[in-house]
């Protein structure tokens, strides 16, 4: 049985969503489960007419049904493996529950074992989890967008500064709910006490740069107020887009 992880090993977490400043409706959505963390998840819908709405919520929903059981009494090896189900679980339900159509982005940052020593990063879409070592001032990408212009930056035609305002920047290559195979991101990451994890929709990443994210992280030490920062300041810049934002900090 899954042993509590004592008080000094529970991560601490702050999470928050707006429509922004443009969009009527937002088809982000977020959600952490467990006390202490199991996983949190950014889920970044799309198909309009709400279709995006519905779609990111059918797999923030079966995560919420699904993490607890599945994740609960594995070993870490197994934990990996049921993370990359629970994916598949999500894209099911947003095919089942969701418009034709409609689809969403999916990134998830999840526990494997009882300890909070081993965690795991699963992603599809171009929704990104990014690591701020405490040992190290720095912000690491660990997860690759799946998207054309990440493509073109691949292939080395275009930067990743251009990238963020190409008319195709919000081209996805992969999505829960598409009718294509679905193919999944998943691996494991490292983790040491102090280290952050981000977890954010493109609405944040669109609109600051990796070394601004940094700045206003390492401005503020208590992790809603870095949430509350880093949103505030992609409202600031007008964000035409949802943001979405999750921050865990390890313990």
Same mark, same amino acid.
């Given at each position: 049985m899954d042993q509590p992880v004592p008080t000094t090993r529970r991560p601490i977490v702050a999470a928050r969503t707006d429509v922004g400043v443009v969009r009527e409706l937002n088809e982000d959505a977020c959600v952490r489960v467990g006390d202490p963390l199991r996983i949190a998840v950014v889920? /970044? =819908?799309?198909? =309009?007419? !709400? @279709? =995006? !709405?519905?779609?990111s919520a059918a797999a923030i929903a079966a995560v919420q049904e699904? @993490? !607890?059981?599945r994740l609960a009494d594995a070993h870490a090896e197994e934990a990996l493996q049921r993370l990359g189900e629970i994916v598949h679980a999500a894209h099911q339900a947003v095919l089942e529950r969701a418009p034709r159509g409609a689809g969403t982005t999916f990134t998830a940052l999840a526990r494997l074992d009882a300890d909070a020593e081993r965690w795991a990063v699963a992603n599809v879409g171009d929704s990104r989890v990014y690591r701020r070592p405490a040992a190290a001032r720095m912000l690491e990408q660990l997860t690759v967008d799946h998207s054309a212009v990440q493509m073109l930056?691949? @292939? =080395?035609?275009?930067?990743? /500064?251009?990238? *963020?305002?190409?008319? *195709? *920047?919000?081209?996805?290559t992969r999505a829960l709910g598409s009718d294509e195979q679905l193919v999944? /991101?998943?691996?494991?990451?490292? @983790?040491?006490?102090g280290d952050r994890f981000l977890l954010c929709s493109d609405g944040l990443t669109g609109e600051l740069r990796d070394e601004e994210i940094l700045d206003l992280l390492d401005a503020h030490e208590d992790v809603e107020d870095a949430v509350d920062a880093l949103i505030d300041a992609a409202l600031w810049r007008g964000v035409q887009d949802n943001v979405t934002?999750?921050?865990v900090q390890m313990p």
């Open positions: 889920a /970044d =819908g799309m198909g =309009g007419h !709400e @279709a =995006g !709405e519905e779609a699904q @993490a !607890e059981s930056v691949d @292939a =080395g035609q275009l930067t990743a /500064d251009e990238a *963020r305002v190409h008319p *195709r *920047r919000n081209v996805i999944v /991101d998943v691996g494991e990451v490292e @983790a040491r006490t934002v999750v921050l």
